[in-house]
């Protein structure tokens, strides 16, 4: 499996990124409510804007009607401005409700692509195993998506509204300061939209200096994220592992582990800030000289003509309106930076899904080769290789007819646990053929159960919901067991990994064993983990009503007399160290 770094990545660049996210937004249910309400947007946003033309042109007569002191004239004016002040007011609620819905959509249809992609059979095993982009996937499920979707709704409405209102204004504004001229040495010179060459030739050098000094923010914004998800990630497993790092008196250790993640967080905060700051002495300060830049550029005109102080503000409100479109670069560098980094993570994670999932598909000489059988279960050829040790078994080839039992005996250090995950299908480094029973015939039961918060039934039923068996058979099943003692507890809901002992854990996944009735059953070294009591009821139970299930088991022989009929040892070899088999 091929090591998915940021180095090696092989995720394109911002337009295919941003194909990829097309491609993704196509394929969910979500994709054609996200069209409506980017339609919705932009007649809203398209409204606003004649809207704010008009609210431009109203300066004109109402500072007009101020110098005059024309006060019935300055009543009118007063209503105009409530008409326009009272839409534009409407107008700019249902632009927030389409905007934040749009966001919520948006977000909603990337995590359910990816997600998608991430629960394929398998897949969150692979992608753990795929290096640095199989770190923190949950940082790009919940954070990640959540900030590119706020980031891209706020970026695309604010550039749409900046190019709308520059081509509004920028008309306006060429129109007024048409026919304007200066006069030096006694000569007049005209210079046609004078005004306008003013604001481009001001946003251009501010847009340009904003670009070379914050264009680090881009590296550090992707990196910032990736050390949080690290920190992060410290944090919930010091929380989860809680009970044994206190019997091993382990939180000092613990402690320097989580400041050392916490320190390299630090350092990169540090680098966004110095480049932040030294990003705002550019935008803080054309923002501020934006106040009278463009007073200064028509005061010229103002003084050696007859222009009014309507014409005037009429003429600084349309500047201001075109610079303020022409400075959306400037304003929003930082949030751009952030978009990028956040985009180029989602994707590299989208694209790292489907490498994977197209991967496992291919037909590969080194993999150990996986088939379909109908009942029985056939080992041959089998060689399994990791960086540690090699595998292989003592009989080749191993047929297995359904209810056999078969023991695959190992001490410790031969490879017993990649031997299971090998015959679960988690691992396929080697050469060889197994041929499995579909995945519903087959439960596989790891040394650690695994056993999921929520109420207990379902715990009982998992995957499946609590509706999926009747509650008598679950409650039979409960009693089987011996946990008994809980069938009060069945609808409490519960972190029941917390709750219960570990051959408690282990007798829940029998109950499910009974519930499922699987044709076979597939354990890693299981029954040593119970206590005698809880071994002796399930023995027992593999004696009598599960009797007709066919059994392998991975251990060291430790098992009780009688519950195996066939007995094949392991044999281990070194280990094969290549990035192959690391991967």
């Not at 550019?282 to 000289?289: L, M, Q």
Request: include cysteine; aromatic fraction near 8%; glycine fraction near 10%.
């Amino acid at each position: 499996m091929t090591d998915l770094t940021p180095e090696t990545d092989p995720t394109p660049g911002l337009f295919g990124q941003l194909a990829d996210l097309g491609r993704i937004l196509r394929t969910v249910r979500s994709g054609r409510r996200i069209v409506w309400l980017v339609g919705g947007l932009v007649a809203v946003i398209a409204v606003t804007a004649a809207a704010q033309i008009l609210l431009n042109a109203w300066n004109q007569p109402f500072y007009d009607a101020l110098t005059r002191k024309d006060f019935p004239a300055f009543v009118v004016q007063l209503g105009v401005f409530a008409l326009l002040a009272g839409g534009l007011l409407a107008l700019n609620v249902g632009q927030l409700w389409l905007d934040q819905t749009l966001k919520l959509t948006l977000r909603r249809g990337i995590f359910t692509a990816l997600l998608h992609d991430w629960m394929r059979p398998g897949q969150a095993l692979r992608l753990s195993r795929a290096g640095r982009i199989g770190e923190n996937p949950d940082q790009r499920l919940q954070a990640d998506i959540d900030g590119l979707a706020d980031l891209s709704v706020a970026l695309g409405v604010g550039l749409f509204q900046a190019g709308l209102l520059l081509l509004s204004f920028v008309g306006v504004l060429w129109h007024h300061s048409d026919g304007l001229s200066l006069t030096a040495f006694g000569r007049s010179v005209e210079i046609p939209g004078f005004m306008v060459w003013c604001a481009l030739v001001y946003a251009g050098i501010a847009s340009l200096m904003s670009w070379r000094v914050g264009r680090p923010l881009v590296a550090m914004s992707a990196e910032k994220a990736a050390r949080e998800a690290d920190f992060r990630f410290e944090l919930v497993r010091v929380s989860e592992a809680a009970e044994a790092i206190t019997l091993e008196r382990g939180e000092r250790v613990e402690a320097r582990r989580i400041k050392a993640a916490f320190g390299r967080l630090v350092e990169v905060i540090h680098g966004v800030i110095r480049a932040t700051v030294g990003l705002t002495w550019v935008t803080a300060g054309s923002g501020w000289f934006n106040t009278v830049a463009p007073i200064l550029a028509a005061a010229p005109f103002y003084f050696s003509s007859d222009m009014t102080i309507g014409e005037l503000m009429l003429v600084v409100g349309a500047f201001n309106q075109v610079q303020g479109a022409l400075r959306f670069f400037i304003n929003n560098f930082a949030g751009i930076a952030t978009w990028r980094a956040t985009l180029h993570r989602v994707m590299t994670f989208h694209r790292a899904l489907h490498d994977l999932a197209r991967e496992a598909c291919d037909g590969t000489p080194d993999r150990i080769r996986r088939e379909p059988a109908e009942s029985g279960v056939e080992i041959e050829g089998l060689s399994i290789v990791t960086p540690y040790v090699s595998v292989t078994l003592a009989e080749d080839p191993i047929r297995l007819a359904p209810g056999d039992r078969l023991l695959l005996k190992g001490s410790s250090g031969s490879g017993k646990t990649i031997l299971f995950r090998t015959l679960a299908g988690l691992w396929d480094r080697g050469t060889g053929r197994i041929a499995m029973p579909l995945a519903g015939a087959v439960m596989y039961m790891p040394t650690r159960a695994y056993v999921p918060p929520g109420r207990l039934i379902d715990v009982l039923g998992y995957p499946h919901s609590a509706a999926h068996f009747p509650r008598p058979e679950v409650e039979a099943a409960l009693q089987t067991v011996g946990l008994g003692h809980l069938m009060a507890s069945l609808d409490a809901e519960e972190h029941w990994e917390k709750l219960l002992s570990e051959s408690e854990k282990h007798c829940v996944s029998f109950a499910r064993v009974i519930l499922n009735r699987p044709q076979w059953l597939v354990m890693d070294d299981t029954l040593p983990q119970l206590d005698p009591e809880a071994r002796a009821r399930i023995v027992t139970l593999l004696k009598g009503p599960l009797a007709h299930l066919g059994l392998i088991d991975i251990g060291n022989g430790g098992t009780p007399h009688g519950v195996f009929t066939r007995t094949v040892e392991i044999f281990a070899g070194e280990g094969v160290a290549s990035a192959e088999v690391r991967a």
